[in-house]
């Protein structure tokens, strides 16, 4: 079984920024792909980023290139989301997913495994 765990999300003010990590644990990740999505309130979940752990290859939404970055640390089983030039529309609950799979995945579907989220609130 695989256990994800966010942390880092917060209050920001527009323009700011914020760093999310996701800690996994429960297997080696070498062979997964692990993404962060969003869920904007009143919305469905949308895609922000994914990453493969075993070569790093990634993908970003348009909505988020050039101001998020998405990493691993495998030997902290820990994924990241550098988030900058936060906008009041980043607004979401920030969930990590992962999957055994090839490719990198883009819909909430491709994903087995979620964590419980965490707030970030842009205020303009």
């Known amino acids: 079984q695989v256990q994800l765990v966010e942390s880092g999300g917060g209050l920001v003010q527009a323009g700011g920024s914020l760093r999310l990590s996701c800690a996994a644990s429960?297997?080696?990740?070498?062979?997964?792909?692990t993404g962060w999505f969003r869920q904007p309130p009143g919305a469905e979940r949308e895609f922000v980023a994914s990453?493969?752990?075993?070569?790093?290859?990634?993908s970003i939404a348009d909505s988020v290139k050039g101001r998020f970055t998405i990493s691993r640390d495998n030997a902290k089983n820990t994924m990241y989301l550098e988030m900058n030039s936060l906008k009041p529309d980043d607004t979401a609950v920030y969930y990590c997913a992962a999957t055994y799979t090839v490719g990198i995945p883009t819909t909430t579907r491709g994903y087995t495994y979620w964590g419980q989220g965490t707030q970030v609130t842009v205020s303009s």
């Open positions: 429960g297997r080696t990740f070498s062979n997964y792909v």
């Open positions: 990453i493969r752990w075993s070569g790093g290859s990634s």
